[in-house]
């Protein structure tokens, strides 16, 4: 029996697992739409807008592990997305983005609402197409989850065009893709395995940094059992939080530019530094050539354009994280605990993160509030700037996919839509949404999705009124000169919530805290809009300023001469 | 050319697609990398296009280069010839002046290159030679002197010597 293209689609779809799809209709995805419109196993979300759309698919890759499925029309629709494709790209997450398009014979016409989707997105995808046969729907579907999906995980964006959408086709189900032009590693070297194994034997004073890559890679618990049974610290990336519970005795924190004072210490001094799924950025090196510059680098990573793409590594390990750790740990024998463990503590000790504590309120103060209100359970999605870095630096992740946030491109705005996908992903968790006064505004919009499905976020707005990460820099860098970041004009964001049927809340006093996050946690049938007016000129410290080194590392603000 | 920037011929064995060249070119063009020279037809498996490409760079960003190619979907091989044992060849056809005073030296020229005059006019001859870039560079140079109207070369393209492929 034939059907039609879209219904092909959507089949396909459901056929990869695809629970929600998070979307915006129009006019050359119409018959898209109209077949989702019959399918009872897909819940459609309606986001206000596709980059909102983007990223709450996005979010639900990074909360579930699974592929995140977006939708959007031809032309305008399409080009929204980019920001959020681009957002999945520099992170490594697995989507499949849909696009409506003009008809096969209109291609390049400047039809009305054609824009040339896979040519802009080819630097920002991991792959995409431009279905132009309809006989291909059900094998590019399938490649394109099987893409998005293995190897190094990233957004594959299938265009499609009317015609494509509206043919008869005979739909045969496609489960297994073979692509001779796609071979991810999966398995370690073995050699390289057992000189990783001896070099850890062999360190004085390893550390472990982990990034995004074990959480994707499921390597957790594998992680975690090697610095058990090694006692080596652990320092995670922004995106790695959560690979090692940051209760564990083991865990340093994140390491970089606003990582802990400790956590990059240990990476300055060490011997031996075990990278696992992490990409040495440039806010987490610094300066390069002082970067872990006594030490011997184990590089293990999925992706063989990582290796060595900027420091030098003595033993690389390309390969899935979770299966290189299973096979190094049959290697590893128990060490015990060193004086370069001592030692690391001790600066732990000597200079620990902390903030004032003078009856003004201070975000780090909010946040380990939230901590402790949510029992460290909560999922948490994080916005970009210095919420953003006090959030990595005070919230103590306990499980991975807990904390999710833009990395790679930092991304304003992210937040909301993602925490809409995270929620969607975790009915089962109480979802954070800590952003800023800046961010919010960008996709303030979405907080209609999340009224309408009525999902309980708890929206934290940490309010300085100010493009606060901005400022700093200008403050620090710039001779104090606020071009451009002052924020005091802004809308009231209790009447906002109000507006949309949210709940909205204003904290000023640090008293009034815990009150509002624990009415917050008791509202279970819409979102709860958080004004939290901090300290505004509040800095976040530590900090490395950008392209330096350790030594310039700046625990609290200048004194003034 | 400063140090570091040597002249590289990196081949790759692509999927004949739509869209495939603008994925390999684009990973040189967003690195600011030139092209000089590019070649790309279907092998003796009609499924697969070859790409000749050579371009000077620095070792380290080319080598960085190729690992992404490597990624690319479409791209099924990629081989770095610079420094191996090949065989190279380039075709060119060179429309030079040739006023009747000039014609015996210019053909005097083809011969000695073993090229080929493959079309003529009242004031021109249309040369077709073939051989490495170098001697390519040779008799365009020598032409030169008589006036060229107009040249076209295929880019460079390369095999390993020997059996192996
Ligand atoms: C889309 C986008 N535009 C601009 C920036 C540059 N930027 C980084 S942090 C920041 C300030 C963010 O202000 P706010 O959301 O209020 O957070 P705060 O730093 O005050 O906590 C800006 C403008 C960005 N990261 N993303
Ligand atoms: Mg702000």
């Known amino acids: 029996m034939k059907i039609t293209g879209a219904q092909a689609l959507i089949r396909s779809l459901c056929n990869h697992g695809t629970e929600v799809i998070f979307g915006y209709p129009g006019g050359q ?310 004086t370069w463990n001592k030692q690391v503590m001790q600066w732990k000790t000597e200079y620990p993160l902390k903030y004032t504590n003078d009856g003004e309120l201070y975000p780090q103060f909010v946040i380990e509030e939230i901590w402790d209100v949510s029992k460290g359970d909560a999922v948490v999605v994080v916005d970009v700037g210095q919420h953003q870095m006090w959030a990595a630096q005070y919230y103590k992740c306990t499980f991975p996919k807990q904390f999710i946030t833009s990395g790679g491109l930092g991304t304003m705005g992210f937040s909301l839509p993602a925490a809409i996908g995270a929620q969607v992903a975790r009915p089962d968790k109480a979802v954070f949404n800590i952003v800023g006064d800046g961010g919010i505004q960008m996709t303030i919009q979405e907080l209609m999705p999340a009224v309408v499905h009525k999902l309980p976020i708890k929206i934290v707005i940490m309010n300085n009124q100010y493009l606060g990460m901005v400022r700093q820099w200008q403050e620090l860098f710039w001779n104090k000169r606020y071009s451009s970041v002052d924020l005091t004009a802004q809308p009231d964001f209790i009447k906002l919530a109000d507006a ?35 300290a505004r000129e509040e800095n976040v410290f530590p900090m490395i300023p950008a392209g330096q080194s350790i030594e310039e590392m700046m625990l609290h603000r200048p004194k003034i001469k | 050319m400063p140090k570091n920037i040597i002249q590289h011929t990196i081949t790759t064995l692509v999927e004949n697609r739509p869209g495939v060249l603008a994925r390999v070119s684009g990973l040189f063009a967003r690195r600011g990398f030139n092209i000089e020279s590019l070649a790309v037809s279907i092998t003796n498996d009609p499924s697969i296009s070859r790409m000749t490409i050579v371009v000077n760079g620095d070792g380290n960003v080319l080598e960085q280069i190729t690992k992404q190619l490597n990624k690319l979907i479409d791209v099924i091989k990629v081989i770095d010839y610079t420094d191996q044992p090949t065989v190279e060849r380039e075709l060119a056809m060179i429309k030079v002046n040739a006023e009747t005073k000039n014609r015996a030296e210019i053909m005097q020229i083809v011969d000695i290159f073993r090229a080929k005059i493959i079309d003529i006019s009242e004031k021109t001859f249309t040369v077709e030679v073939t051989g490495s870039v170098a001697k390519i560079d040779a008799i365009e140079a020598l032409l030169e002197s008589h006036g060229i109207q107009e040249m076209v070369r295929t880019g460079k393209i390369v095999m390993m010597r020997g059996a192996n492929g």
């Open chain 1, 29 to 338: 995805i119409l018959p898209i739409y109209d077949a989702l419109y019959d399918c009872e196993d897909v819940q459609h979300i309606l986001m206000r807008h596709e980059q909102g759309a983007a990223h709450a698919a996005d979010a639900y890759a990074r909360a579930t592990g699974k592929v995140g499925v977006c939708f959007a029309t031809s032309g305008p629709g399409a080009t929204n997305l980019v920001t959020g494709i681009a957002n999945a790209y520099m992170d490594s997450i697995p989507m499949v983005a849909i696009t409506g398009q003009v008809r096969t014979t209109s291609l390049g016409k400047d039809a009305f609402q054609e824009a040339d989707i896979t040519g802009i997105t080819m630097p920002i995808t991991k792959h995409n197409y431009l279905l132009k046969n309809p006989k291909d729907i059900a094998r590019v579907i399938a490649e394109a989850f099987y893409i998005a999906s293995t190897g190094r995980p990233g957004p594959v964006l299938v265009d499609v065009p009317m015609d494509v959408s509206l043919a008869q086709v005979d739909y045969v189900p496609v489960d297994k893709v073979e692509l001779r032009s796609y071979k991810p590693t999966i398995a370690g070297h073995p050699i390289q395995i057992a000189k990783a194994a001896k070099a850890i034997a062999a360190a004085e004073r390893p550390v472990i940094y982990a990034g995004g890559g074990v959480i994707s890679a499921d390597a957790s618990e594998e992680l975690v059992e090697l610095a058990e049974r090694t006692n080596i610290l652990v320092t995670t990336t922004l995106l790695g939080k959560g690979a090692i519970p940051e209760t564990h005795p083991h865990s340093l924190g994140m390491l970089g530019m606003h990582g802990t004072a400790y956590a990059n210490y240990a990476v300055a001094h060490c011997d031996l530094l075990v990278a696992i799924g992490a990409r040495f950025d440039d806010r987490v090196t610094g300066k390069l050539d002082a970067f872990a510059k006594k030490a011997k680098v184990i590089h293990i990573d999925v992706d063989p354009a990582e290796v060595g793409k900027t420091v030098h590594v003595d033993i690389p390990i390309v390969g899935d994280c979770k299966k290189i750790l299973i096979e190094l740990l049959k290697h590893i024998r128990p060490r015990e605990e060193s």
């Open chain 1, 500 to 534: 949309y049927g949210a709940v909205g809340m204003k904290i000023e006093k640090p008293e009034d805290v815990r009150p509002a996050l624990l009415k917050a946690m008791e509202i279970d049938d819409r979102p709860t809009v958080m004004d939290f007016r901090i």
